[in-house]
């Protein structure tokens, strides 16, 4: 179980995490796209909600109002998020972020955010007593699946070898 442990660090931690909002103006994806502003326009909308923030308006009221991403309805919550779950220029911009500061306007393939740190958590590593049950879990699925996998191929050896299935049975315990 230690020996185990040891070996596979990644699998007991968990990386730092930003707990935050966003306000999204979309840009359109395309010629084709039915969604989404043109560039121009969608970088003069998030600067627009940016100025009402910077004016003392709450993140969540405007976020309500003028962000096109489905976290709007929450107020533009993301909830918590490793640094690997968003698109790099937004993960640079939020894990530098101090917890209750608001970004300036960032662009990402999406569009124009506007992002909001509500706090941060710090990466952590499960101690090996509460991982204890698991990997002895763990081990023990993979030890049967082995000695089962052992098991059929004896016996599938003893049928080739014209073996009854007394014998086999008998010689297989």
Partial sequence: IENYYRANPAEF?????????????????????????????AKTLAEAALSRLKSGEAFEKVAKEKSEDSSAANGGS??????????????AVAFGLQPGATSDVVKTSFGYHIIKV?????????????????????????????LASQKAEAVAAALKSNQSLEQIASSQG
């Fill in 13 to 41: 931690a968990t990386p730092p995490q930003v707990c935050g909002r966003h306000i999204l103006v979309k840009v359109k994806q395309g010629a084709a796209a039915t969604e989404g502003h043109e560039d121009a326009e």
């Fill in 78 to 91: 993301l909830g918590c998020f490793a640094r690997e779950q968003m698109v790099p220029e937004f993960s």
């Fill in 118 to 146: 509500d706090t941060t958590l710090p990466g952590t590593t499960q101690p090996l007593e509460q991982a204890r049950k698991r990997i002895e879990a763990q081990l023990q699925d993979s030890k049967s699946r082995e």
